[in-house]
């Protein structure tokens, strides 16, 4: 009987996703960290970087056990960091924070979906890994006024019931009829999709200004326009009801229109948010009661897979899209 139970095409699977998306952050994280002006950050972002080259390693002894040849992922030839700023200080933990929530997320569904014990700890301990950086960014973030807390709101002295359907309208079905104030589960997806688009929209604006291919460039000004129309419907909805917006001053792209990275690698992390971006919305769909809320979400979610799409055949059209490995052909 083998020591250990062969790996599954599930696992297989989950370690080819983990490769392809630490080794772009390890790329990243090497431009950023040569850039970076406030030391704290650059602690942050260099012990990050520390830990989870370490966890790139131990993928890598995986496969070599396995007899699997070892992905390509993203390498040297993706950043040069001897070019000016990309960004203003802030970026780079804004940023951070950003891909280690997306990390959270992607960690515990590959938790369901292994079974192998080592395999199974490897997620569990990426998952502890995002979870503390993310705290991390977020303290270093709010102590330097770069991340607004969501809004307050009085705390609840009753337990309430919903008494009737009228709970469920906000004008989707009757323009005319009265629309409710917004829950707190509401205003929790809401801000956070504002939130994580501002971003977004930073980073592909960089992106936009530096990329060598046309088509590329033009790519990253069509997905530029798609997130400040998601920032402006979903902001008008909370200003209805009277909230603030999420704000993020600082961290904005600089005048520099020298590339860090290559387009491949740029082209994957907008691929990267997007899938991120449409996972939250269905979310926000699922959680939101009042009516007009999952329109508005399922009509982000076409655009955004729309432009995936589209992005999708730029990197194939370029070569820059890796196959991940394949089911075998029993036909």
């Known amino acids: 009987m083998p020591e250990k139970a062969a790996i599954t095409s599930s696992e297989l699977g989950t370690l080819w996703l983990t490769y392809q998306e630490k080794t772009m952050i390890l790329r990243m994280l090497e431009y950023f960290i040569e850039k970076a002006d406030d030391e704290k950050a650059k602690d942050i972002m260099t012990l990050l970087h520390e830990e989870l080259e370490s966890y790139v390693g131990k993928i890598i002894q995986i496969y070599e056990k396995e007899g699997a040849v070892i992905p390509v992922g993203y390498t040297e030839q993706d950043v040069n960091k001897n070019v000016p700023k990309l960004y203003d200080n802030g970026f780079d933990i804004m940023f951070v924070r950003l891909l280690k929530e997306i990390s959270m997320g992607m960690h515990s569904l590959n938790l369901t979906m292994t079974f192998r014990e080592d395999i199974n700890r490897l997620f569990e301990d990426l998952t502890a890994l995002s979870q503390k950086y993310f705290r991390i960014c977020s303290q270093y973030l709010l102590e330097k006024g770069l991340l607004v807390r969501s809004p307050y709101v009085s705390m609840p002295k009753l337990v309430e019931f919903v008494k009737d359907n009228s709970y469920l309208g906000g004008g989707a079905l009757n323009p005319l009829g009265k629309k409710r104030t917004l829950n707190t589960v509401e205003v929790s997806h809401l801000y956070k999709a504002i939130e994580s688009n501002l971003t977004g929209l930073k980073l592909i604006l960089g992106f936009a200004q530096c990329a060598a291919d046309e088509e590329v460039q033009k790519?990253?000004?069509?997905?530029?326009?798609?997130?400040?129309?998601?920032?402006?419907?979903?902001?008008?909805?909370?200003?209805?009801?009277?909230?603030?917006?999420?704000?993020?001053?600082?961290?904005?792209?600089?005048?520099?229109?020298?590339?860090?990275?290559?387009?491949?690698?740029?082209?994957?992390?907008?691929?990267?948010?997007c899938s991120f971006s449409m996972g939250s919305n269905s979310l926000g769909t699922a959680f939101s009661l009042r009516n007009d809320l999952p329109p508005k979400m399922a009509v982000f979610m076409k655009d955004i897979f729309e432009y995936a799409h589209k992005g999708a055949k730029i990197m194939i059209k370029n070569g820059w899209m890796e196959e991940p490995p394949q089911m075998e052909d029993r036909k």
């Open 219 to 273: 790519f990253f000004h069509e997905g530029e326009e798609l997130a400040k129309g998601i920032i402006k419907e979903l902001s008008e909805v909370m200003i209805e009801t009277n909230l603030s917006i999420p704000q993020t001053p600082g961290g904005n792209p600089t005048r520099s229109t020298v590339a860090p990275f290559s387009d491949k690698l740029m082209m994957y992390c907008t691929s990267l948010f």
